[in-house]
Nanobody, 127 residues
Framework: QVQLVESGGGLVQAGDSLRLSCAAS????????????MGWFRQAPGKEREFVAT????????FYADSVKGRFTMSRDNARNTVYLQMNSLKPEDTAVYYC????????????????WGQGTQVTVSS
């Protein structure tokens, strides 16, 4: 079993920055954190969950949705079992609940390929 806990959300103004964290507990799964591809997704009210960013199991290769490319940066610290999402130049359309997910795939843009999810953290960007 993998437990994921997101933190760092909040209410900010357009143009501000936030850094989200996702701490993973993987001991019960019998696997190491580095054996999971990780992703960030978001869901706005009345909309489906959408892909934001993903990072490979080892190393720093990342992939982003076009809507956040150049503004968001995803990273991981396998020693700390944690992934991060640095969000700069935030826009009102970035308002959503942000979720991190763990996948057995090296990295994935597809939500259905993630078996484990956190509870989410709310990000609200005012204009």
């Amino acid at each position: 079993q993998v437990q994921l806990v997101e933190s760092g959300g909040g209410l900010v103004q357009a143009g501000d920055s936030l850094r989200l964290s996702c701490a993973a507990s993987v001991a019960a799964s019998g696997r190491t954190f580095s054996s999971y591809g990780m992703g960030w997704f978001r869901q706005a009210p009345g909309k489906e969950r959408e892909f934001v960013a993903t990072i490979r199991k080892i190393g720093s290769s990342t992939f982003y949705a076009d809507s956040v490319k150049g503004r968001f940066t995803m990273s991981r610290d396998n020693a700390r079992n944690t992934v991060y999402l640095q969000m700069n130049s935030l826009k009102p359309e970035d308002t959503a609940v942000y979720y991190c997910g763990a996948s057995s795939w090296d990295s994935s843009r597809a939500a259905h390929e993630y078996a484990h999810w956190g509870q989410g953290t709310q990000v609200t960007v005012s204009s």
